[in-house]
């Protein structure tokens, strides 16, 4: 059975970095879209982006373009999404997401979610 | 960019029939997968590619797709459907994964 398993919740200060991992075990890693969302307090869910390990090439959302950056490790069949100069408005749980071959896909399997909480 | 609109709320007895719509224009040409989020936990794909459902799924749980609307209906309502349920598409245009606003089902 696929198991998708994220690294634990994050304190951060405003202006400092988070990288999120999301290991992926028991199904396809490489050749699938690990996608990654985000949802603040109490609001909706919001794709921010996702990658094909086996290609390499990363797709954000526009709205994270240029402050997010989204990695995969094929050897471990683990994703990455590294936020950087962290805000306040960036507090939320991140989840990823295992999809299909295509981006048009569902999420099949989802990860367990990670709380990064940014405050001075 | 494409918009998809979901009721904030519906509200249904437990055995009843539960309708949640997602609207988007000319949503019928996508295809529409539900997700299912129950209050702290990680959302679960319950209906994916319009009309089918994940193994372990119930059958109470079925959806349709036409025109510019998109419906997950779920029959004979239980307690434990209570949760917020997203629809999602793929937007072409500005090549983006797109998930409407969430509806809050509570069962009375």
């Known amino acids: 059975q696929v198991q998708v398993v994220q690294s634990g919740a994050e304190v951060k200060k405003p202006g400092s970095s988070v990288k999120v991992s999301c290991k992926v075990s028991?199904?396809?890693?490489?050749?699938?879209?690990i996608n990654w969302v985000r949802q603040a307090p109490g609001q909706g869910l919001e794709w921010m982006g996702g990658i094909i390990p086996m290609f390499g090439t990363p797709k954000y959302a526009q709205k994270f373009q240029g402050t997010i950056t989204i990695t995969a490790d094929e050897s471990s069949s683990t994703a990455y999404m590294e936020v950087s100069t962290l805000r306040v408005e960036d507090t939320a749980v991140y989840y990823c997401?295992?999809?299909?071959?295509?981006?048009?896909?569902?999420?099949?399997?989802w990860g367990q979610g990670t709380l990064v909480s940014v405050s001075s | 960019s494409y918009v998809l609109t979901q009721p904030p709320s519906v509200s249904v007895a437990p055995g009843q029939t539960a309708t949640i719509t997602c609207g988007g224009n000319n949503i019928g040409s996508k295809s529409v997968h539900w997700n299912q989020q129950r209050p702290g936990q990680a959302p679960v794909l319950v209906v994916y590619d319009d009309t089918k459902r994940p193994s372990g799924i119930p059958e109470r749980f079925s959806a349709s797709n036409s025109g510019n609307t998109a419906t997950l209906t779920i029959s004979r309502v239980e307690a434990g459907d209570e949760a917020d349920y997203y629809c999602?598409?793929?937007?072409?245009?500005?090549?983006?994964?797109?998930f409407g606003g969430g509806t809050k089902l509570t069962v009375l």
């Open positions: 997401g295992r999809g299909g071959v295509d981006y048009s896909d569902e999420f099949d399997f």
């Open positions: 999602q598409v793929w937007d072409d245009i500005v090549h983006s994964v797109v």
């Open positions: 028991g199904g396809i890693f490489s050749g699938y879209v």
